[in-house]
């Protein structure tokens, strides 16, 4: 690689000339959280309800679930779905076998998300006072209904703040998606500073896009917030 | 209207009911007295299943509430609760706290649940407060929209547990009041320390120690002439 001049005023020029592959990133990079945590989510709220189950057979694999993941890092995850797997699946089925890159990565951050976001639904509903179901049941809504309308209203309230840091560091953990050639916005970027050695400005570029995510992240949610909030 | 038979508790090594017998006529307002621990509340939350009964039979307005077909869903339509802690939604506005079982059920349409609750409102003296959240009502004015909540499923049974015992003095008469406008209207069981909606509002005392009922008799009976000691020492500990 040629040295790097220090040259300030062509600084701006490259940080104007690489937005729009760091945009093109940050837009799959959106769409890869969004897809991941519909996933996260409902994944996670079904382990959340296996784990406050009292059946062993319920509650065990999801304990084991949550450990495996959070147990092993999420790079080793990704590499795991991206490589691991169709490799195992080509020996296997002795045709070669293999895995769009974003399909990957919202599989592996999705799966990854629904074990933190499963302890962020237990503690929710572990939280609420035992007369509230109580109550319900003794009105005659059946366990369902209970949790539908009593319980899971009160816990997905209590759970916005830590889904707002699940959310933001998801969206973070995409730039490990650039080691399986996702074109987020780490990856473009690179690709940019590769292209024409402007490396500060372009890792000046991507800080910002990231800043710039997780602050509408933030923000999206203490509107939800507030919008839900019981008059006091 | 209630059929209790033989009716055993236990929680693990803890005995708490031990065998209890007891016929309720429909309509009548019966208080459940004991000190703490001899099983007035175990035996109220056995009646609509909020505890499953260890042994023995209930039957509620015809209906075997011990039988395993019997769903604690079915049971709870005719069965009042009020709780000593309210247990209002605080999520839901006072309005939908007493609409939200009769339409989740199915029992009442949108339009009918509105003006029932309304007019349990009206009833429970709280009519301006239909768009108030629980976190904006006092603890009397909380257990009144707890007790119209219970109203608006049409029970035939009302079930109190302690309901005045979380509240500030000054407001355990307003929520008494409301009892007793309920009583004869229909079948009332109340675990109490009020001993003045006893002695006015009650039919039968009935009097636990120890798991079992030791004393059922009328009120002016039971406080003029108790027959048990235990029951003499509690009185006295009242006074």
Known sequence: MAAEYFMPQEYLHHLGAVLPALLRGAWIAVYVVVAAELIGVSFGLIIALLRLSKSRWMN????????LIRGTPMLVQILFLYFGLPSLI??????????????????????????YVSEVFRTAIGSLDKGQTEAARALGLNRLQTFRFVVLPQAFRWAIPPLGNEFITLLKDTSLLSVIGVAEILKEG????????????????????YIVL??????VLRYVERKLKVPT | ?????ALHKSFGQLHVLRGVDLKVEANQTVCLLGSSGSGKSTLLRCLNLLEVPTSGRIIIDGRNVTDRNTSMTDVCRNVGMVFQQFNLFPHLSVLKNITLAPLKTGLQKPA???????????????????????SQLSGGQKQRVAIARALAMRPKVMLFDEPTSALDPEMVGEVLAVMKSLAHQMTIMAVTHEMSFAKDAADRILFMDQGVIVEDAPPAEFFANPKTDRAKQFLNTIH
């Open chain 1, 90 to 115: 080509s020996a296997i089925s002795g045709r070669p076998w293999s895995i769009d890159p974003i399909l990957a990565g919202i599989l592996a951050l999705g799966f990854n998300s629904a074990a």
């Open chain 1, 60 to 67: 065990i694999p999801a304990l084991i679930y949550v450990d």
């Open chain 1, 190 to 209: 690179q690709l940019y500073a590769a292209r024409t050695y402007a490396i500060f400005p372009t890792y000046i570029g991507i800080a910002i896009v």
């Open chain 2, 1 to 5: 209207m209630i059929e209790v038979t």
């Open chain 2, 112 to 134: 009918e649940a509105n003006e029932l609750a309304m007019q349990l409102l009206k009833q429970v003296g709280l009519e301006d407060k239909a768009p108030a959240y629980p």
């Open chain 1, 214 to 219: 997780t602050l509408s992240i933030a923000n």
